[in-house]
């Protein structure tokens, strides 16, 4: 069985602030995909970047940096100078690789965070 | 052109109604889903289908099937339309490498 928890329900913090929603995976398959999606007020589910378990390389892009840590089962998300434009639910998701055919298999997502960035 | 298209994108019904939820994909990906989002924001997933075969069907009730006629559709059809059923309906599609995930904009089924 597979599980993602984000233990994080709800953040708040000021304009410009850094912040990191964190991440924290359970899995029996030694092969996976890790994904982090935004969700906006209106409500649709944003692709951020995807991570396979082979690759542990921390990522950034723009303010936006991922750290993964498979020693810890974790795949943490920082967005640095937080804008309002940020605010939003972001959720962490997890897939087998290659089980079920080859690529039937859904992504597991955490409960998300609801990040709220004030002016 | 939208990749992963679902009709409608609101739908509010009254309980014991039979209602579709229909979802298109032009992407050329061979699986589908299902997912639902109730109203602690969670998303489960609900079906799977890997060129019009099912293969996930998580614990969902046998009021919900899902019928796909082509790899390139997948509809869910709900019957007898229950309170506890209102939630935001994702349709999603993948490819297998590399690994990625599309989502239709949602339907949001508001059951009264």
């Known amino acids: 069985a597979q599980k993602v928890t984000q233990a994080q329900t709800e953040i708040s913090v000021v304009e410009k602030e850094d912040v990191t929603l964190d991440c924290v995976y359970e899995?029996?398959?030694?092969?996976?995909?890790l994904f982090w999606y935004k969700q906006p007020p209106s409500g649709e589910l944003v692709f951020l970047i995807r991570r396979n378990s082979f690759d542990e390389q921390n990522e950034i892009s723009g303010r936006y940096s991922w750290n993964f840590q498979k020693s810890t089962s974790s795949f943490n998300f920082t967005i640095t100078a937080s804008q309002v434009v940020d605010s939003a639910v972001y959720f962490c998701a997890l897939t087998p690789l290659g089980r079920s055919g080859g690529g039937a298999d859904g992504l597991t997502f955490g409960k998300g965070t609801h990040l709220i960035i004030q002016p | 052109d939208t990749a992963v298209s679902q009709t409608p994108k609101y739908l509010v019904t009254q309980m014991g109604n039979d209602k579709s939820i229909k979802c298109e994909q032009n992407?050329?990906?061979?699986?589908m889903y299902w997912y639902k989002q109730d109203s602690k924001k969670f998303l489960k997933i609900m079906f799977s289908y890997n060129n019009k075969e099912l293969i996930i069907n998580e614990t969902v009730p046998n009021r919900f099937s899902p019928k796909s006629p082509d790899k390139a559709h997948l509809n869910l059809h709900i019957n007898s339309l229950e309170l506890g059923d209102s939630a935001v309906y994702f349709c999603a599609s993948s490819q297998v490498s590399p690994r990625g995930y599309t989502f239709g904009s949602g339907t949001r089924l508001t059951v009264v």
């Open positions: 899995t029996r398959d030694t092969t996976y995909y």
């Open positions: 992407l050329g990906h061979d699986t």
